[in-house]
């Protein structure tokens, strides 16, 4: 088993990750809504210049990312999903794109998949 983490720079392509994913298999996936240091530091930057910097305040709420978390059984389907969803966001070697993480999980329990739920 192994956890899955993607933080999805555009917004825009979550419907498009999502249904990447579940064309592989991938489901019970959990969505965040997420920002990351820079962006935050630019809200503030906003929040201090409010009058000059309004329209980058108003942006900041648009500019948000998604990161989804799933287990997946196995790196073959960890590669697979990193595979599939740079056919959707493009090579993650660019900016702008996303990052993607997976580590081995030992025990999982409660997820909906049978073949998931297990314990060493």
């Known amino acids: ?5 993607f933080v999805l720079d555009d917004p ?3 419907d ?5 994913w579940e064309s592989i298999g991938v489901t019970g996936v ?3 809504e997420s ?3 820079n962006r935050h530091k630019q809200h503030q930057l906003a929040g201090k210049a409010f009058m000059a910097g ?3 305040l108003m942006q900041y709420d648009e500019e ?3 990161t989804l978390f799933t287990i997946v059984k196995g790196a073959d389907k960890v590669r697979a999903c990193i595979e599939i969803t740079e056919t959707v966001v493009g090579n993650l070697k660019e900016p702008n794109t996303g990052v993607i993480a997976a580590w081995p999980v030992g025990i ?4 909906p998949n049978p073949e998931l739920d297990t314990e060493d």
């Not at 088993?1 to 983490?5: G, W």
């Not at 999982?108 to 997820?111: F, I, L, M, R, S």
Request: aromatic content about 4%.
């Open 108 to 111: 999982v329990k409660g997820v």
């Open 64 to 66: 948000g990312h998604y």
């Open 12 to 14: 825009n392509k979550l």
């Open 1 to 5: 088993m192994h956890m899955l983490l």
């Open 35 to 37: 920002t990351g240091i």
């Open 30 to 32: 959990t969505i965040l």
């Open 54 to 56: 309004i329209n980058r």
């Open 16 to 20: 498009q990750v999502l249904n990447a």
